[in-house]
Nanobody, 117 residues
Framework: QVQLVESGGGLVQPGVSLRLSCVAS????????MGWYSQAPGKQRECVAI???????NYADSVKGRFTSPVDKAKNTMYLQMDTLKPEDTAVYYC???????????WGQGTQVNVSS
């Protein structure tokens, strides 16, 4: 089992930065890949960033150049550094992990990000 706990959301103005954290615990060695997803009101959950085993990261077109997702392996923590935030980035952000068999997804509880002037 893997447990994921996100933190760092909040209400910010457009143009500022925010950093989300996701701390993983449990069977860390069973994780194949991790990522961040967002779900805006009335919309489906969508992928923001995926980090593979080789730590190569793929980003959604909407966040390329603005978001990065560094990993601190010593702390079992994945971050989502969000720069130049826009109102359309408003969503609940979820941390995700996929197991080695790639047949199960773990999810955090989500953290709310509101971008508004």
């Amino acid at each position: 089992q893997v447990q994921l706990v996100e933190s760092g959301g909040g209400l910010v103005q457009p143009g500022v930065s925010l950093r989300l954290s996701c701390v993983a615990s449990g069977s860390i060695s069973s994780i194949y890949a991790m990522g961040w997803y967002s779900q805006a009101p009335g919309k489906q959950r969508e992928c923001v960033a995926i980090i593979g085993r080789g730590e190569n990261t793929n980003y959604a077109d909407s966040v390329k150049g603005r978001f990065t997702s560094p990993v601190d392996k010593a702390k079992n923590t994945m971050y989502l550094q969000m720069d130049t935030l826009k109102p359309e980035d408003t969503a609940v952000y979820y941390c995700n992990a996929v197991n080695n068999k790639r047949d199960y997804n773990y999810w955090g509880q989500g953290t709310q990000v509101n971008v508004s002037s």
